[in-house]
């Protein structure tokens, strides 16, 4: 199984022959409670979004920045499990048969939910497609592999530090589309290049015909414009993120804004995305 | 169990049977894979070997002395009983150990700027005194938590010339420093080494770190030769993530008739929520780049461990441990915040020593052990770390305002 069948394949088809990058957003599951992250969820393909990820909470992401680590652990404390997060994916296949969701997120969780039971209950969810970021390929016998040949992608991360030495390993069992990191650090904290992005889209080029996705430090509608012009889609995940915080009572509790303010947001970034290979979009 | 030895691990992915491995972010992979390479050279190269023993004899002062506890001895009227002191290294713990030999690791490999984690303190500080040593600029990460409990290790490490930052995530304590260090690696992987304190976190570090500190052991080995002339009959040494009880348990994981015991911090007690046993109140999961038992619940949320002694207060434990328990080679106990701090007292008014709260768990097992067994036994108990960081701990728990 590559992969080739599935909804993140048949998405990208779909944009290439749109001629443009897409939008892929990144919010937390259950953050800042479940009946709010529901409501974005099923906002987010009518605001533009063209792929979702869907974090799983974890008490110790290691990979993220503030704005992400304090998601989950809003998440968490909220009563959010991995459990709930496939129902979560589950009611939202009801509405939606077509935007494909990738569940991204840290790889206990999974192992103490037991590999082959949560690959079998996400398929049924509707889960397209895994991002596990302490998963290396070194590892790939315990999650990756099994991902495959249950039918959900195993998506990677590629970093800066990947270099063309160990990329084909990166790369060797993987499918969906490649998640390429722009910058060297934890999410949403630095600004991404755009030549940057342009030489590293290239030199993945050469190695996969996967689909491009590119983020970490992807915040405005003019970025994400400029990263879905060279590559195949930009993720925002952070900014969305403390959007969202920002509409929050001092208790912590979603304003009744919340999910529209953050939708707007996402309404914002596809009209950039959208109009990015279209005409040339002035520098910042 | 029918292994030919017990001292053959890791395997090629760096796991000790189902725990270990390298579950860490693509980022670092890189790097990891260049620490294993650069480790790999450094143990082939007598040079290496050398720089490590000069510093042994000449900056720590080994070998530390294998010191008969007669008072102790003659109180619990059973087991011979012996203290490694390790508590007599320079900067008063077995820390240095590994802080020396990952050091000149660090350089062999080039890197101009040295991050670490600490719980107590001790690792940074060992950390922050061969950053001065070396002239290497150093980033301590340590839990808001743990900074409010052991200041006088917090000015130390600034005395030395260390950055000290606070970490206000999650309990604020090692398990969080250990996540914001991997952030900052993540961040500055080109020039930046990650000098990790104990024998945990993705490999090579649970091996490295468990072959700098052997040297706990094999001195052992050598000292009770002398001073009896054969082996001891039993082990002991506390658990946090386990750096001191390997160092003295893996010298000897072949000779079968040594009993291994390690002793975890039970905190209130196992049967509450706040206690820091990750073998006995914890199962296998992944974190820090290692698969080991840990304290989670049954979502695979890490918990947060509790402990008096900020060293011991970690929800995780050292891969080779995990495996340890499996296979049946160490016995693993715990020992509360309550037993530790009698043990803490009694040992100092019977020595003449101050442990630290750390040791002072092992000593419990001691207590515990000693009397039931005969007056030929020889018992080691690693004293892994001195008291003095502990006294305002012990004080407030005591009722004492000083």
């Not at chain 1, 590559?2 to 443009?20: K, M, P, T, V």
């Not at chain 2, 209130?268 to 296998?284: N, Q, V, Y």
Request: overall charge positive; hydrophobic content about 40%.
């Amino acid at each position: 199984m590559n992969g080739g069948d599935g909804r993140i394949a048949r998405r990208f088809a779909a944009l290439a022959r749109e001629g443009r990058g897409g939008l892929v957003t990144f919010i937390t599951a259950g953050d800042p409670d479940a009946k709010t992250s529901a409501k974005i969820l099923c906002g987010l393909s009518g605001a533009g979004a063209d792929l979702i990820e869907l974090g799983m909470p974890f008490s110790d992401p290691m990979a993220d920045g503030p704005a992400i680590q304090a998601a989950s652990l809003r998440a968490l404390r909220s009563g959010m499990t991995l459990k709930k997060t496939l129902a979560m994916v589950k009611d939202f296949r009801k509405r939606d048969a077509d935007t494909p969701i990738v569940l991204m997120g840290y790889y206990n969780p999974i192992y103490i939910y037991g590999a082959p039971k949560f690959l079998a209950d996400a398929r049924a969810a509707g889960v397209d497609g895994l991002i596990v970021v302490d998963l290396p390929p070194e590892h790939d016998d315990e999650l990756c592999l099994p991902a495959m040949q249950a039918g959900v992608n195993f998506i990677r991360l590629a970093t800066p530090t990947t270099d063309d030495k160990r990329l084909p390993a990166v790369l060797n069992n993987t499918n969906g589309f490649v998640y390429y990191v722009s910058i060297m650090g934890i999410t949403g904290t630095r600004a991404v290049s755009t030549d940057h992005v342009r030489q590293a889209v290239t030199r993945l080029k050469r190695h996969t015909k996967l689909p491009i996705a590119v983020g970490f430090g992807i915040r405005t509608p003019q970025q994400a414009a400029e990263v879905a012009r060279v590559a195949d889609a930009a993720v925002v995940g952070s900014a969305l993120v403390q959007t969202l915080a920002g509409n929050l009572d001092k208790k912590g509790k979603a304003k009744p804004g919340l999910a529209l303010a953050v939708l707007k947001q996402v309404a914002a970034l596809a009209k950039g995305v959208r109009g990015a290979r279209g005409k040339p979009v002035k520098a910042a | 169990m029918t292994l030919n030895t017990f001292r053959a691990g890791p395997d090629e992915r760096g796991q000790f049977g189902i725990h270990g491995g390298r579950y860490v972010a693509e980022t670092l992979m890189p790097l990891i894979l260049a620490v294993e390479r650069a480790y790999n050279e450094a143990k082939n190269d007598p040079a290496f070997h050398a720089e490590i023993k000069y510093h042994h004899k000449h900056y720590i002062g080994r070998p530390s002395p294998l010191y008969l506890a007669q008072r102790m001895t003659e109180h619990l009227g059973g087991a011979k009983i012996y203290f490694k002191r390790e508590e007599l290294n320079h900067t008063g713990a077995h820390k240095i150990n590994n802080t020396i030999g990952q050091i000149l690791l660090a350089r062999r490999m080039g890197k101009t700027r040295i991050i670490a984690e600490t719980g107590a303190g001790q690792h940074g500080v060992a950390t922050a005194t061969v950053c001065a040593l070396f002239d290497l600029p150093c980033v301590v990460y340590m839990g808001e938590t743990d900074i409010a409990r052991q200041q006088p290790n917090v000015f130390r490490m600034k005395l030395l010339g260390a950055e000290v930052r606070p970490v206000a995530s999650g309990s604020g304590t090692l398990k969080d420093a250990m996540n914001e260090a991997l952030r900052d690696w993540v961040a500055n992987v080109e020039n930046t080494y990650y000098l990790i304190g104990t024998a945990a976190g993705p490999h090579p570090y649970p091996t490295m770190v468990r072959d700098f500190q052997s040297i706990i052991g094999e001195e052992v080995r050598a000292q009770i030769m002398a001073a009896e002339g054969r082996l001891p009959d039993t082990l002991v040494a506390c658990i946090g993530g386990g750096s001191n009880a390997i160092g003295l348990f893996h010298p000897f994981l072949d000779d079968r008739n040594v009993t291994l015991v390690g002793v975890e911090a039970a905190g209130h007690g196992l049967k509450t929520k706040k206690h820091a046993a990750s073998i006995e109140g914890g199962r296998p999961g992944v974190l820090h780049g290692n698969r080991t038992y840990l304290l989670q619940d049954e979502d695979g949320q890490i918990q947060e461990a509790h402990s008096i002694s900020a060293g011991l207060d970690y929800p995780g434990v050292g891969p080779e441990h995990s495996w340890l328990h499996d296979v049946g080679r160490v016995e693993y106990v715990a020992a509360t915040d309550k037993e530790s701090l009698q043990a803490f007292q009694l040992c100092s008014k019977l020595e003449g020593i101050i442990p630290a709260l750390e040791p002072a768990h092992a000593l419990v097992e001691v207590i515990r052990r000693a009397p039931r067994l005969k007056k030929d036994h020889l018992l080691v108990v690693n004293l892994c770390g001195r008291g003095d960081k502990d006294i305002f701990t012990v004080a407030d728990a005591l009722g004492v305002k000083l």
